[in-house]
């Protein structure tokens, strides 16, 4: 693709914080503009003691807010934020990584990176040891955790006078970066546009009688950030979600609530015909109370027994009927023989893609807000994913399920 054209009319709002590599910010914008993209810049007060805000206000032709009041307005970081393609920090200190991955907000580049909807990418700049040190590491590895991209740090001649990594990329080495990653980051691009793709998502539950149930720990919150992210990439999304507290307000999402597993078999056989993917990211109840109860079961033996009937597979009926064009993903979550039960369901259901995680992974599973997976896919590429945000893990499922598409 003509490089020139990538960045032509993209909206970058540059952060740049306080490292002696502000100064490069100017090239950088310059660069970003000589490119056709529109450039916004906010600073934080340290980055103003390395260079001014009327350079880089010369350079990119609007205002540099530093401050989250500028005397009697206010700077609506709300705003900033939302009009951005893409956010790009650079150069991104010690401090300023420190703090995005702690979530303060004590200045005004803060406020705006915390608000922000948009991608956001960083270029690390700092002294080697400060780059090293196990702090920063874990600040890094968070951001990454995010959903957040970094720009290699480079190496060579450090403002210490010492020599080793820590340098940002040079002005050009960020422009060919952006050039090469923000199809990927932005959100113009909007691979599934006009695909409707249904999303399973949350717990069912399973009447004892009017007033129990059998049920699972599922949140929900998985199913949730895929269907966000699927609607990110432009699909037109039906999420069938289970009883749970968790909801999504994402205009590209239409929510359908369903309690039981054959409300969510019934609906999503009905809406099977017209969808080009679907996720069944719910966590279903395998049995169901063969008989329910129209009276509350009242105590009195010392056991009770309930007969349990197999509820309805979805997904497996779902591969069953399955068209040329259709995409089928499922879930596998064990506690045990993990990879071998997430084959065999790839297999038997008819799947394109089956996404592993387990309940022995700390930090993944039912109600953390992090996940690790494992991706296989019907043509036996493996893929294995470190703990990351249930958001972050949404967009490399994501990413995977659009690099089915071209298969
Ligand atoms: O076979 P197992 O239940 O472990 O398979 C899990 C996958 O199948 C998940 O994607 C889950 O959403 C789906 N499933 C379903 N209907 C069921 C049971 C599981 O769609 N009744």
Redesign the pocket.
Known sequence: MDAIKMLQGKKILLGVSGSIAAYKAATLIRLLVKEGAEVKVIMTPAAADFITPLTLATLSRNEVPMNISDHSSWNNHVVLGRWADVMVIAPASANTIAKMAQGLCDNLLLAVYLSATCPVIFAPAMDEDMWHHPATRGNVDKLISYGHQQIPIASGELASGLFGEGRMAEPEQIVAWLQQHLPKASNNNKPLRGKTVIV?AGP?IEHIDPVRYISNHSSGKMGIAIAEALADAGANVQLVLGPTSQQTTHNGVTTIRVQT?QE??DQ?TARYPNAAIV????????YRPANVADKKIKKGEAQLHIDLE?????????GDQKGPQQLL??????TNNEKE?ALK?LRE?H?DM??MNSLADAGAGFNYDTNKVTLFDKNGKETSFPLKSKQAVAQDIVSAIIELQHA
Request: charged fraction near 20%; glycine fraction near 2%; hydrophobic fraction near 55%.
């Open positions: 399973t069912t597993a969510m078999f999503v996720v069944a990211a719910a966590a279903v109840a395998d197999k509820t309805p597979d979805i997904l497996r009926s779902l993903i499922g879930f596998s979550l064990e039960y369901k259901k799947l089956i996404v």
